[in-house]
Each structure stands twice: as C-alpha cells, then as structure tokens.
T-cell receptor
Framework: NAGVTQTPKFQVLKTGQSMTLQCAQD?????MYWYRQDPGMGLRLIYY???????DKGEVPDGYNVSRLKKQNFLLGLESAAPSQTSVYFC?????????????FGNGTRLTVT | RKEVEQDPGPFNVPEGATVAFNCTYS??????FFWYRQDCRKEPKLLMS???SGNEDGRFTAQLNRASQYISLLIRDSKLSDSATYLC??????????????FGGGTRLMVKP
C-alpha cells in the first residue's frame, strides 16, 4: 500500500518550459488536492478535485492546469514555467470531508525554475 | 493580517523540557482545528485534531480558545524525535476537506540532547 505517490521528486525547468507533475493514490480516496509550499508561508491550495472528473480552483491557480481523468490520478500542469513557480509541490488526498478523514500527503516535488 | 499566524521559531529546547506553541486565527467563523507535523524535507502528517474542550494524546495536549481565537499545542517531556515543524491548520467549516483548510507557516522545534 503505497499511499500517495508523486513524480518526479526533483525537477529543474527553464523559464517558459512546460511540464506535468504526476500524483497517484491507491487508497480509493474521492478527493485530491495540489498545494505549493514556500518558505515562511503555509501550504497554499492550487487546485482540488472533489471527485473523478471534477476540478476546482484553489487560492493560487494562475499558471497551472489540472486533470482528474481517473479516480486514482491527479495531474498538475505548468503551462509556461516562471521563476515565481519555484516551490515544493505537495499532492494530497482524502476519503471524505469529515474530521475523521485527514489529508494524506505525497512526499513532494521540488521544482526550480531558472 | 494572515488568516493563520504562527511564531516561526525555532524553539530550541533540551530533552525532557515542556514546550508550548500558540497559533492565532482571524476568521471567527472557523469551526475545525488541527495540528500537523512536518519533518525536514518531508510531507505534513496529521498530529491531532483540536476539540473545543481540549484534548490530549500521550505527551501532546491541544487547547482551543475561541474567545481569543487561538489554539495551542503543549509537548511534555520533549524527545529528540519531536524535532520538526508544527503546522497549525484551521478549517472554515466543520470539514477537513483540503479546500476548506488554511495552513499556518509553521513553528520549528529543535530538541537538543
């Protein structure tokens, strides 16, 4: 039981390049999320998906896109990378929305945009 | 003003010490509260939920003060393994759904031998 798996773990991009961050969960969770974490700041929600086939914007969606074609996968795309997108990206999932359905995080993707 | 504020620390304490962190939140309509733990270069993990009456889990005690809009985490008999960053998380409703949560910037704890 792997939990939440993110790939890649590290990535360096040049400004203007595009890429997709992959997230997979094997816990049959309904909800999935993408966060970014910057020094001194709390995790900020980029996009989320309450169920397969649905996605919604979070607090900081600009410059990103997402897809949830399968229940177990949630992809985060960077259309044209910018240095401001240098960050650590965490994918998370949860079964439901109750207090007893905590978030399970992947181990993160460290992205540097030069 | 940030929605959820924490002293970033670091708090440097000797093994065996008792240490307490506070976290303030600005949204008086907040209904759910949590502490997450994040080890260096790792992902956050839920440490404990915070209930209105306060709650304890082993050496960890969480308290909620709605009137002053803060939550606290007390760690007794600190262990080296407690060294981590502690994230205060506040929910805008009775939900733990990720889209309803606001994360604080974290308080770093370093326990020394």
């Amino acid at each position: 039981n792997a939990g939440v798996t993110q790939t890649p773990k590290f990535q360096v991009l040049k400004t203007g390049q595009s890429m997709t961050l992959q997230c997979a969960q094997d816990m049959n969770h309904n909800s999935m999320y993408w966060y970014r974490q910057d020094p001194g700041m709390g995790l900020r929600l980029i996009y989320y998906s309450a169920s397969e086939g649905t996605t919604d914007k979070g607090e900081v969606p600009d410059g990103y896109n997402v897809s949830r074609l399968k229940k177990q996968n949630f992809l985060l795309g960077l259309e044209s990378a910018a240095p401001s997108q240098t960050s650590v990206y965490f994918c998370a999932s949860s079964y439901g929305t109750g207090v007893r359905s905590p978030l399970h995080f992947g181990n993160g993707t460290r992205l540097t945009v030069t | 003003r940030k929605e959820v504020e924490q002293d970033p620390g670091p708090f440097n304490v000797p093994e065996g010490a008792t240490v307490a962190f506070n976290c303030t939140y600005s949204n008086s309509a907040s209904q759910s509260f949590f502490w997450y733990r994040q080890d260096c270069r790792k992902e956050p993990k839920l440490l404990m939920s915070v209930y209105s009456s306060g709650n304890e889990d082993g050496r960890f005690t969480a308290q909620l003060n709605r009137a002053s809009q803060y939550i606290s985490l007390l760690i007794r008999d600190s262990k080296l393994s407690d060294s981590a960053t502690y994230l205060c998380v506040v929910g805008r409703g009775w939900s733990n759904a990720g889209n309803m949560l606001t994360f604080g910037g974290g308080t770093r704890l370093m326990v020394k031998p």
